[in-house]
Structures are given as C-alpha cells and as structure tokens.
C-alpha cells in the first residue's frame, strides 16, 4: 500500500454527508457573524456567542472526522505495521483539541 494510498480520507456516506451538512451549516454561520460585524448595532457579546457556536459546530464535525479515523486507521495499524506513526499523528492533531 502506497503512503498517499494509506493516508487517503476514508469516511463513510453517512459520515461524509453528515460532515458536509455540518460544514454548509457552518458557512452560514460564520456569513452571519461577517454580517454581524458590519452592524454597528449589534453587541459585541452577541458576536462572541456565534463564535463559540461556530466553534462547537467545528468541534463536531472533527469529532465525526476523528471516529471514522480511529475506526478505519487506528485499529488496524499494528495489522498495518505502521502502530509508531498512527500514534504520533494522532498526538499531534490531539494537541490541538
């Protein structure tokens, strides 16, 4: 198996769909906030609450992302062989958690 091959996005339709509904979802979101922002009038609390759904939004839909990888990479590295680079990949996305 080739390394792009290895690395390849393998996500469900399920997953996949729901990421992309999430994302589009998200995009709105963040269209809203930019709108926001061009209102003088709008508090600037309001702002910092659409940001934090924003950003549970993202968390979500890393979480979909990081479940299909730990399903689909992490437990079948040690059948894979490749058990020591899984482990620092997944450490360092962790990091950023």
Same mark, same amino acid.
């Given at each position: 198996?080739?390394?792009?091959? %290895?690395?390849?996005?393998? !996500? /469900?339709?399920?997953?996949?769909?729901?990421? @992309?509904?999430? +994302?589009?979802?998200?995009?709105?979101?963040?269209?809203?906030?930019?709108?926001?922002?061009?209102?003088?009038?709008?508090?600037?609390?309001?702002?910092?609450?659409?940001?934090? %759904?924003?950003?549970?939004? !993202? /968390?979500?839909?890393?979480?979909?992302?990081? @479940?299909?990888? +730990?399903?689909?990479?992490?437990?079948?590295?040690?059948?894979?062989?490749?058990?020591?680079?899984?482990?620092?990949?997944?450490?360092?996305?962790?990091?950023?958690?």
């Amino acid at each position: 198996m080739n390394k792009a091959c %290895a690395h390849a996005l393998h !996500l /469900d339709a399920e997953t996949r769909e729901q990421s @992309r509904r999430r +994302l589009l979802s998200i995009k709105g979101h963040v269209e809203g906030i930019l709108r926001m922002l061009e209102d003088e009038s709008i508090y600037c609390v309001d702002v910092l609450k659409q940001i934090k %759904a924003v950003q549970g939004a !993202l /968390d979500k839909v890393g979480g979909l992302v990081l @479940r299909s990888h +730990l399903h689909d990479h992490v437990v079948t590295a040690a059948d894979r062989g490749d058990t020591d680079q899984i482990v620092t990949e997944l450490m360092e996305v962790l990091k950023y958690r």
